[in-house]
């Protein structure tokens, strides 16, 4: 069993930045780990996806203002959001998938996801 704590949502300012944080417990040995956000009437989507190689995938949307890293034990997530704009208000959630395809690949596909987490809010006011 895997499990999240997501931390560090907050309301900031346009072109502000924030960090967010993860605390993963339970065995993530060759699993996908990501970030995933959605906002009010919107479908989930795929911010960002990294391996145990630390290899990385992003959402055009957000590629060049978003890093996705994890700590050497592997047991805390981070999100670093720079520039932030209001398009990026949305709840963010880390999940893991555990699974034969590539997490570039998982990255628009939520649904492989099997463990998530409980969610933390970000709103950008411009």
């Known amino acids: 069993q895997v499990n999240f704590v997501e931390i560090g949502g907050t309301t900031v300012q346009t072109g502000g930045s924030l960090r967010l944080s993860c605390r993963v417990s339970?065995?993530?040995?060759?699993?996908?780990m990501g970030w995933f956000r959605q906002a009010p009437l919107n479908e989930r989507e795929g911010v960002a996806t990294?391996?145990?190689?630390?290899?990385?995938a992003y959402a055009d949307s957000v590629k060049g203002r978003f890093t996705i890293s994890q700590g050497d034990a592997k047991n805390t997530l981070f999100l670093q959001m720079n520039r932030l704009e209001p398009e990026d208000t949305a709840m963010y959630y880390c999940?893991?998938?555990?699974?034969?395809?590539?997490?570039?690949?998982?990255?628009?596909?939520?649904?492989?996801?099997?463990?998530w987490g409980q969610g933390t809010q970000v709103t950008v006011s411009s």
């Open positions: 999940a893991a998938y555990q699974g034969s395809l590539s997490c570039s690949w998982s990255l628009p596909r939520s649904y492989l996801y099997d463990y």
């Open positions: 990294i391996d145990n190689g630390d290899t990385t």
């Open positions: 339970g065995e993530t040995y060759g699993f996908c």
